[in-house]
């Protein structure tokens, strides 16, 4: 008498279910924060390494206002978070068009820092989007085009209300190195003030 064979058909869905939710679940447990926030500043006609060098600012007659919606979610190492912005930005003087931008956001939150009202040092890469050709872009390097890459560098500091901080930024679209063409870039220097809710 033949003994029936066993059938042993593994489940894949519900094992990548399982291992997903159990990779899922202590980041999701952490309920990543959302913030808000506003800025404005100057843009400049400096390349990004000359910003760092106060006494080289050139800042130019264009002037730029934006809000930006941002999550961020604690990695395991909770000095870190990851997370995206959706900034919209209205340029005002030489330049009058609207600018949009999606960046990755990695932060980093020191556990002594110093100066002590620090918070967190940030850095953003992503896409950016002009509504029109930026006249700063032309005037620094004779072309530009609308779709560029944004990347941001931010010192965050704390306040005495415990869900706001502000923030000092490099905002800075380019062409990633000559990875677009044509060559194009600006930099702007902007403050903000941001909420946690």
């Not at 506003?38 to 006494?55: A, K």
């Not at 730029?64 to 961020?72: K, S």
Request: hydrophobic letters at 40%; a negative charge; one cysteine or more.
């Amino acid at each position: 008498m033949r003994l029936p064979t066993p059938h042993f058909r593994l489940p894949i869905r519900k094992i990548v279910t399982v291992a997903f939710c159990a990779l899922a679940t202590p980041l999701a447990a952490q309920q990543g924060a959302w913030t808000g926030a506003v800025f404005g500043g100057v843009l400049t006609s400096n390349d990004f390494e000359e910003v760092f060098q106060p006494n080289q600012i050139d800042f130019v007659d264009s002037q730029i206002a934006g809000v930006i919606l941002g999550y961020e979610l604690r990695l395991p190492d909770d000095r870190w978070t990851l997370g995206a912005e959706l900034q919209v930005a209205k340029h005002f003087g030489i330049q009058t068009h609207t600018e949009i931008n999606v960046p990755v956001v990695l932060r980093y939150h020191p556990r002594n820092p110093w100066p002590r009202p620090l918070e967190s040092v940030a850095f953003g890469i992503g896409g950016s989007h002009a509504t029109a050709l930026p006249q700063v872009e032309i005037n620094n390097d004779g072309a530009t085009r609308r779709n560029l890459i944004y990347w941001l560098f931010e010192v965050e500091f704390a306040t005495p209300q415990p869900s706001d901080t502000v923030f000092l930024r490099l905002h800075h679209r380019s062409d990633a190195f000559g990875l677009l063409d044509p060559p194009a870039g600006s930099n702007g220097v902007v403050f903000g003030l941001r909420r946690s809710f």
